[in-house]
């Protein structure tokens, strides 16, 4: 009988991909989620791409009751993937104990269940942003964090040390926590992908979103910084290698690794806003019309991922090219019968 893996925020941008990846990989996945940020088509779509509706629990993770109701329906779950989150980092600022009470919640009670039902494995989705602006690059798993920046970022490396003092008081649980780079692109199906609410906060959905004419332009934000073209420089990430990585680090577990272990999940290369304006240009032969603007406040100049780690340990790179990225996010953008 297929292994079952219980993912909290499955409805969501990187669940939904993950889904995918997990059912592709043999695994029945029940997917918990609110809504708060997705929608229900987003699994309609993964139906359409695999074959197979995943069982779908509404259900608040950060109400303690029904998230015990949903465990204890799969107490036989091998394994949860905890994406379910808030993860605006303006918004957090704005509205810090929202955050704090959405994403730390949410983690207690699924730990908490994951040591009443015995439920051995948990991947939690960490984020780049505990480095912060980090003094030498490539990060390492093994750079120091920086203070968090944002109440979102300071969920996160709560997140990862709430669950290393858990893994530590509790030997029969096991955790990988997985920092994502700068997640991208949709299922090369364009039938899942990213579909922010409201006006896009990142990058690539801007992109996309002025591409097809629902903004007026793009807002580069700074070209001044001290990089090789004087823009920002991220390590984007196609979403379904990140997808792969979620199988990877659970066949890791249940194949035996112990304890928490941390994993920086990137393509180990560097590109600027702009690279990422004219790479997106060439790949789809739409022109991004763009204006320089101020630096955002918080941003860092450059950082990427130094990912041997993952390589090494969970035989897991990202290998997707750039413009195959590109290609599936501006298919999904065009593709209004997926959305809301
Ligand atoms: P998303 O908003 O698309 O997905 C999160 C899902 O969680 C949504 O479906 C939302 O409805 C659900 N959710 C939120 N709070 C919930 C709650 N209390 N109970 C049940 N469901 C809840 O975001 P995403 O981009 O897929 O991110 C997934 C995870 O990865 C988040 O934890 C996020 O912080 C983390 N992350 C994302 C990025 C990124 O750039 N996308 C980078 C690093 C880390
Ligand atoms: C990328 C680059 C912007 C929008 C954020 C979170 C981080 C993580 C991933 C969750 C930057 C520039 C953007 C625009 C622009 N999320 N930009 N015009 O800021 O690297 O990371 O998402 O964990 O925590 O902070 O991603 O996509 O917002 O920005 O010029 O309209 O694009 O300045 O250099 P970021 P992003």
């Given at each position: 009988m297929a292994q079952k893996i219980i993912v909290t925020g499955g409805a969501g941008y990187i669940g939904s991909h993950t889904t995918v990846a997990l059912q592709d990989a043999g695994f029945d996945v029940i997917v918990l989620d609110n809504l708060i940020n997705s929608s229900e088509k987003s699994l309609h779509g993964v139906e359409k791409i695999t074959g197979i509706h995943p069982e779908f629990i509404h259900v608040d993770c950060t109400d303690r009751d029904a998230t015990r109701n949903a465990f204890k329906k799969h107490?036989?779950?091998?394994g949860v993937i905890h994406f379910a989150g808030l993860k605006a980092v303006g918004e957090s600022v704005e509205k810090p104990l929202m955050y704090y009470r959405n994403n730390l919640d949410s983690l207690i009670n699924v730990l908490e269940m994951m040591r009443e039902f015995n439920i051995p494995n948990i991947v939690f989705s960490s984020?780049?942003?505990?480095?912060?602006?980090?003094?030498?690059?490539?990060?390492?798993?093994?750079?120091p964090l920086k203070p968090a920046q944002s109440p979102y970022g300071q969920t996160k490396v709560m997140g990862e040390e709430i669950i290393r003092d858990m893994v530590r008081a509790t030997p029969t649980i096991n955790a990988t926590l997985l920092r994502y780079f700068n997640p991208i692109g949709a299922h090369p199906s364009g039938q899942i992908g990213e579909n922010p609410r409201?006006?896009?906060?990142?990058?690539m959905p801007y992109i996309t979103q002025t591409a097809i004419g629902m903004r007026e332009q793009l807002s580069i934000?700074?070209?001044?910084?001290?990089?090789d073209d004087g823009f920002c420089v991220r390590d984007y990430i196609d979403v379904n290698d990140l997808a792969r990585a979620h199988v990877a680090a659970l066949r890791h577990m249940i194949n035996g690794a112990h304890g928490a272990n941390v994993f920086n999940l990137g393509t180990g290369h560097g590109v600027s806003v702009m690279e990422m304006v004219n790479a997106f240009e060439s790949a789809t032969g739409v022109k991004i019309k763009y204006k320089i603007a101020p630096r955002r406040p918080g941003d860092v100049p450059a950082i990427w991922a130094d990912a041997t780690h993952a390589k090494r340990v969970l035989g897991w790179s990202a290998n997707t090219p750039l413009v195959d990225t590109l290609a599936s996010a501006w298919r999904w953008q065009q593709n209004p019968d997926a959305k809301d």
């Open positions: 107490s036989d779950a091998v984020s780049a942003t505990v480095y912060g602006n980090p003094d030498i690059l490539p990060v390492t798993e093994e750079t409201g006006i896009p906060n990142n990058l934000f700074g070209d001044d910084y001290d990089t």
